[in-house]
């Protein structure tokens, strides 16, 4: 029997690593995620019922059809997989379908004790001998004379404000709390450092002011990573043996999982935006690009533009601290959307 457990445990390293073992026999497959199964030999179709010893949690159920790639996790969500064979009238489980439901049920893991937003970052661009983008303009009461490191900061400290007075019990945090020069690379540190328990969130949000030559130009914008740049996650050297050659495969369903939560995190800002101030500038949606404070941070991340310094009615705009007032609240309401959202809908567990 030791020596059984001793050949099934090395067939689950080989699959796991990859490197043999094409298919594993049924019996096998159900040691390995601690399931039993139940075979209906009409409908040729199987329920794998989860003891949530090994995988998923009690009364988890997978439901596969021979000759279908599609298993149904739950009677509801779908995912790919090689599917499952039959030869000589046993079940025979591709390594690659074994791979596909173990990566599953690591990650729903990861969702069903993740149902919190556990720290928001706030960055204020550039600062101390950075000035940012500069706005001059004349008018009959004198110049103004616009930099974007004074108004970041300021935007930057009231939603400080308004998010510690919503959440209490979430870490509200800023990268500069005044006018100090800080290097991207600290900012992504600080970012990455924050302690938050192992399955909690914490979102980035990073805000600047723009600049062009095109005087015409104005309004506000977010920007994320482009949706098919990688970013490296996972630290492999956190990870067990048995799942560091996957780290890889988790790394690219870590990185989609960050990727939706920056766009759905930089839409819910936009719409907070158009709500405030929509009706005095243009909305210039949501726009990709690798930033480094952005493809640094290991979280979903997101750079606001707040609007133009270089066009004229705008820079008014931004040197007027009710509007200000009105941009943080827009963004308030996206975070706060979106930490609401999040909350709510991230488990699957009911
Ligand atoms: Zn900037």
Known sequence: MRMVRLILRLILLLVVTGLSAESIPLQGVLDQLKATLQWNPETETGYLDLSGEGLGEL??????SLGSPWM????????????VQRSEGNLLF??????????YFELLALRRIQPRVAAVLIDPGHGGKDSGAIGNHQSKDGELNLLEKDLVLDVSKRLYQLLKKEYPEKQILLTRHDDTYLKLEERTEIANNVNVGKHEAIIFVSIHANAAFNKGAKGYEVWVLPGDYRRNLIDTEELDEETRPIAPILNVLLEEEYSIESI?????????????????????GIREESWFVVRKAKMPSILIELGYVT??????LLA??????????????????????????????E
Do not use: C, M
């Open 311 to 316: 066009n004229r009615e705008e820079a008014y």
């Open 72 to 83: 149904v996790v739950n009677y509801r969500e779908k995912i790919r997989t090689q599917g």
């Open 59 to 64: 009364g988890d159920r997978i439901i596969f």
């Open 320 to 349: 007027d601290e009710s509007y200000l007032q009105k941009l943080t609240s827009g963004i308030y309401t996206g975070i706060r959307s979106f930490v609401a959202n999040f909350e709510s809908t991230k488990g699957f567990t």
């Open 94 to 103: 591709p390594d690659e379908t074994l791979e596909v439901i173990n990566r």
């Open 264 to 284: 759905t995190l930089a839409k819910a800002v936009l719409e907070g935006f158009d709500s405030t101030v929509g009706d005095v500038t243009d909305n210039r």
